[in-house]
């Protein structure tokens, strides 16, 4: 494989995160392993990882609940580890989940299924999805959240949106009519006001990181980076 891969692992006691972990970790591909969902929605937020494998039993919650919060924020893929059980599978694949894992497994198998799902999935976005960086300004596309001097600030949909528009676009010129048309669909606003308020307001909220946001007079705006650095 290219480059390592980071696995976050959600299992249901430590002893089969050790299993899962080694079993990763002789084949080349890290993994980063807890028991309850606190901890592992906070690494979620925090660190970069390629995909997700989650035990429905853990400690402090029910493992669908958790995968509905996956996918709510994030296309990254899920693997559910579960019981060999028809109707459990069934249910996993209908909530969305990318495969399911009978327990007990084979070392061997598991492994494959992991790589296989991995290079299928990051072989069609076509790049790998890193936690943008500028300075003191962080965005984590995965949560879909933003940190200013290390504080997450609240942004809405759309203000998400426009910001990761911009970090992933740096020093693009977009125009007014280009950010409705990325942002809004054509039916959502009338009003081409509507961006120069958005931007304004996001501004406000980047802080000291608002300078970012440069306003090309007579065009829109753009995301100033110097020298394309992130």
């Known amino acids: 494989m290219e480059r390592t891969y980071r696995v976050l692992v959600a299992a249901q006691t430590a002893e089969l995160n050790e299993v899962i972990e080694n079993i990763l970790k002789e084949n080349g591909i890290e993994a980063v392993c807890t028991t309850d969902s ?7 937020g925090k660190e970069k990882f390629d995909l997700v494998v989650l035990w429905p039993g853990l400690s402090d919650s029910k493992g669908e609940e958790l995968f509905d919060v996956f996918s709510g924020v994030s296309d990254i893929p899920v693997i559910i580890l579960g019981e060999p059980d028809d109707e459990e599978e069934l249910k996993a694949f209908k909530r969305g989940c990318d495969d399911y894992i009978r327990t007990p497994f084979s070392p061997e198998i598991f492994c494959a299924r992991v790589k296989a799902l991995l290079m299928r999935y990051y072989s069609r976005v076509g790049k790998f999805k890193e936690n943008m960086r500028f300075d003191k300004l962080r965005v984590n596309h995965y949560m879909r ?26 020093n693009i010129v977009f125009s007014r009519e280009q950010l409705i048309q990325s942002v809004w669909s054509d039916t959502e606003i009338n009003d081409i006001r509507t961006v120069d ?34």
């Open 38 to 44: 606190k901890t592992m929605f906070d690494k979620f």
């Open 197 to 230: 308020t958005h931007v304004k307001q996001l501004r406000t909220k980047l802080r000291e990181c608002k300078g970012y946001i440069h306003t090309v007079w007579g065009v829109g705006y753009k995301f100033y980076v110097k020298n394309n650095g992130k």
């Open 145 to 170: 959240t933003a940190y200013v001097s290390g504080r997450e600030i609240e942004l809405t949909k759309k203000e998400f949106d426009l910001l990761y528009l911009f970090v992933t676009n740096p």
